[in-house]
């Protein structure tokens, strides 16, 4: 079992940056594919971007792509989102989530991953 823990958010203003991080703790993150979701109010969690354990493969949403990275740290057991031209509709929740499955595809669907983290608010001003 692992256990995530969301940093990062905050408020920023359209066309800023911010990066988020993941940190996990008890069983090593590298066992894990890792991905990111948002949820907007009033919306469904929607998926953001996935990494494969080691780190090669990733996989980003068509409304992020270009503007969002996805990266892992396996020794400092930490996932990150680099978020960059930010737009007032990124602004939600952001969670990552843990897949002890693993495959090396785009795996969207939020059924996918076992563990969660608490969130972590983005809000992007006009």
């Known amino acids: 079992q692992v256990q995530l823990v969301e940093s990062g958010g905050g408020l920023v203003e359209t066309g800023g940056s911010l990066r988020l991080s993941c940190a996990a703790s008890?069983?090593?993150?590298?066992?894990?594919?890792m991905g990111w979701f948002r949820q907007a109010p009033g919306k469904e969690r929607e998926f953001v971007s996935r990494?494969?354990?080691?780190?090669?493969?990733?996989y980003y949403a068509d409304s992020v792509k270009g503007r969002f990275t996805i990266s892992r740290d396996n020794a400092q057991n930490t996932v990150y989102l680099q978020m960059n031209s930010l737009k007032p509709e990124d602004t939600a929740v952001y969670y990552c989530?843990?897949?002890?499955?693993?495959?090396?595809?785009?795996?969207?669907?939020?059924?996918?991953?076992?563990?969660w983290g608490q969130g972590t608010q983005v809000t992007v001003s006009s």
């Open positions: 989530a843990a897949d002890s499955q693993g495959i090396p595809a785009p795996a969207p669907n939020p059924g996918a991953y076992e563990y």
């Open positions: 008890g069983r090593t993150l590298s066992s894990y594919a």
């Open positions: 990494i494969s354990r080691g780190g090669t493969y990733t």
